[in-house]
């Protein structure tokens, strides 16, 4: 019989996704928007590098926000960057609640 050796100290424990209160603060503003009609589907997208959370206003089209989480960023104020559905730069911060409450997602609508 061999023995097996268990990695206790692993230093590689890197977190590759939103953390928890990331992830509630992204997910309330889902929630409200859906229950607006304005958003439909979300999706993720993981890779080594970054987590995006992108969002939909119908399931077959491309995404219209992408809420971008960047593991290793080159500058402290790109740690977190909204993208529009032209993948240009909305507005980026080292805070998500600044970068999500900061911006106004609903937009004008002409009233007759």
């Given at each position: ?34 229950s607006g009609g ?15 959370f992108n969002i ?57």
């Amino acid at each position: 019989m061999k023995n097996l050796k268990l990695v206790i100290n692993n230093n590689k424990n890197e977190n590759y996704f939103f953390n928890k209160y990331e992830l509630k603060l992204i997910l309330n503003l889902y929630a409200k928007m859906v229950s607006g009609g304005e958003w439909k589907d979300y999706g993720l997208t993981i890779s080594s590098k970054e987590v995006s959370f992108n969002i939909y206003r119908r399931a077959s089209e491309f995404p219209i926000y992408k809420i971008k989480k960047y593991f290793k960023p080159k500058n402290k104020y790109q740690r977190y960057i909204i993208h529009d559905s032209a993948n240009k730069i909305i507005n980026n911060s080292e805070n998500l609640y600044s970068l999500i409450n900061n911006i106004t997602w609903k937009k004008l609508r002409l009233v007759n």
